[in-house]
């Protein structure tokens, strides 16, 4: 399987301390994501999670933000 590039998004202002990575897969069906494996630096997969889509996730408060990853175990810096 080839491996796919990944786009990494690294946040400022209130969502400081948040980056986001997007694995691109070269197949329109994304045949590949099954077997893809994120590198150990990835923490959490939140590609079903909708609150860390663009349009919630611009609209969202630092107070917001910082309760989402915690129900992945995830504790953003201050």
């Given amino acids: 399987m ?3 590039s990944l786009s990494v ?4 202002g209130s969502l400081e301390s948040l ?3 997007v694995a ?4 329109d069906k994304q045949e590949g994501a099954p077997a893809f494996v994120p590198p150990a630096w990835c923490v959490a997969e939140v590609t079903d999670d909708v609150r860390f889509g ?8 630092r107070r917001e933000l ?13």
């Avoid at 998004?9 to 400022?12: H, K, N, S, Y």
């Avoid at 910082?66 to 201050?78: D, E, N, V």
């Fill in 2 to 4: 080839p491996v796919p």
């Fill in 9 to 12: 998004d690294a946040f400022e």
């Fill in 19 to 21: 980056v986001l990575a």
């Fill in 24 to 27: 691109e897969f070269s197949d």
């Fill in 54 to 61: 663009g349009g919630i996730l611009v609209s969202a408060s």
């Fill in 66 to 78: 910082s309760a989402w990853p915690a129900g992945y175990g995830i504790r953003l810096s201050r």
